[in-house]
T-cell receptor, first 114, second 110 residues
Framework: DGGITQSPKYLFRKEGQNVTLSCEQN?????MYWYRQDPGQGLRLIYY???????QKGDIAEGYSVSREKKESFPLTVTSAQKNPTAFYLC?????????????FGSGTRLTVV | GQQVMQIPQYQHVQEGEDFTTYCNSS?????IQWYKQRPGGHPVFLIQ???SGEVKKQKRLTFQFGEAKKNSSLHITATQTTDVGTYFC??????????WGAGTKLIIKP
């Protein structure tokens, strides 16, 4: 079945460490996105990519980095510069970044700083 | 920046009662999407509305897009325990960016 796979499901990080969250999709979607969700809140866009080797900052990109070397993969690195990284991270994809398509989400990664 | 306001934040209902959530934007939207997120889960796309005044139904769910394309609503008739979760609207602005509402959490009273 086609879908988006995020790993790991749970991740614990020590302060000062960088961590990378994986996102892989086999839907042949062009666009991919990273969102952050804090308890009881909506989704905030971190980064998005519409094509391979190109990506754009979202509303809260500071302290995060991404790459898009393959159409299927869009990993997110949470750097030590991110002051409050504990959150639920969601990866999504869509057919193309146009008006016509809804987003498909992965099951998310819950990151906790210990 | 542009915002989509969604109310209420929470709604407690008895099973069998109706539920409604509303979204309002200060600017005209190209379209609006609705998603459902079950507790502990991820958002799942429900529907997209594009036309002014559009109304779409999915079984007990009715979605509306306002005439001015600035507001939208989701109404659930006769809620069931399977409806529990948070419902998000997401409006697409003129730059094709998706602007998310903060969500309305549907809670069924025991």
């Amino acid at each position: 079945d086609g879908g988006i796979t995020q790993s790991p499901k749970y991740l614990f990080r020590k302060e000062g460490q960088n961590v990378t969250l994986s996102c892989e999709q086999n839907l042949n979607h062009d666009a991919m996105y990273w969102y952050r969700q804090d308890p009881g809140q909506g989704l905030r866009l971190i980064y998005y990519s519409q094509i391979v080797n190109d990506f754009q900052k979202g509303d809260i990109a500071e302290g995060y980095s991404v790459s898009r070397e393959k159409k299927e993969s869009f990993p997110l690195t949470v750097t030590s510069a991110q002051k409050n990284p504990t959150a639920f991270y969601l990866c999504a994809s869509s057919m193309r970044d146009s008006a016509a398509y809804g987003y498909t989400f992965g099951s998310g990664t819950r990151l906790t700083v210990v | 920046g542009q915002q989509v306001m969604q109310i209420p934040q929470y709604q407690h209902v008895q099973e069998g009662e109706d539920f409604t959530t509303y979204c309002n934007s200060s600017t005209t939207l190209s379209n609006i999407q609705w998603y459902k997120q079950r507790p502990g889960g991820h958002p799942v796309f429900l529907i997209q509305l594009v036309k002014s005044g559009e109304v779409k139904k999915q079984k007990r769910l009715t979605f509306q897009f306002g005439e001015a394309k600035k507001n939208s609503s989701l109404h659930i008739t006769a809620t069931q325990t399977t409806d529990v979760g948070t419902y998000f609207c997401a409006g697409r602005d003129s730059n094709y960016q998706l602007i998310w509402g903060a969500g309305t959490k549907l809670i069924i009273k025991p």
